[in-house]
């Protein structure tokens, strides 16, 4: 059953029209909220539903996430150990969840947004270069083999799938 349905029964009982409700949920639009409340939910709350998928998905790592290749690069998740060609690497723990993050989503590409949440647990629109700051990192400890992320100009970055 929808939550808005839930809350409308619960708001529309008087055994149960006490209880205060939190609607915990993705929608973020304006009219989401304002529905939410007209139906009786004492607050409304976004993106939450979204961060708990995310840190399911993290708990969730599956064995053959825990050696990651692409070329020359090779992820030891279990060690927290990146090396190329063979040679260790030595990253920051944010460069290691972003090469990860970039190298368990190779070929599709990933906004500014989405990967400072995912790395960076921020949840709100913020203008910054922090991202590009740290791909920037990156490459430099990567490397030759940092060709393997592409820039998307005015979006975000790719590591490419070959």
């Not at 055994?15 to 973020?28: D, G, H, V, Y």
Request: charged share 35%; net charge positive.
């Amino acid at each position: 059953m929808p939550g808005l349905e839930i809350c409308k029964i619960l708001k529309s009982d008087p055994a149960t029209r006490q209880i205060p409700i939190m609607m915990l949920t993705a929608k973020a639009e304006e009219i989401d909220r304002i529905v939410g409340l007209e139906f009786g939910a004492d607050d409304y709350v976004t993106k939450v539903v979204l961060r708990i998928g995310a840190i399911m998905r993290r708990a969730d790592t599956k064995e053959d996430e825990e050696h990651l290749a692409v070329g020359p690069i090779v992820i030891d998740a279990a060690r927290h150990e990146v090396s190329v060609n063979g040679k260790r690497v030595n990253l920051t723990s944010l460069e290691f969840k972003l090469l990860r993050t970039l190298v368990q989503r190779r070929g599709r590409v990933q906004a500014r947004d989405r990967l400072l949440n995912d790395v960076w647990g921020y949840e709100s629109v913020i203008d910054t270069r922090t991202v590009d700051t740290h791909v920037r990192r990156l490459r430099k400890k990567l490397g030759k083999a940092a060709d393997v992320i592409e820039s998307v100009r005015g979006f975000g970055y790719r590591l490419r799938e070959n």
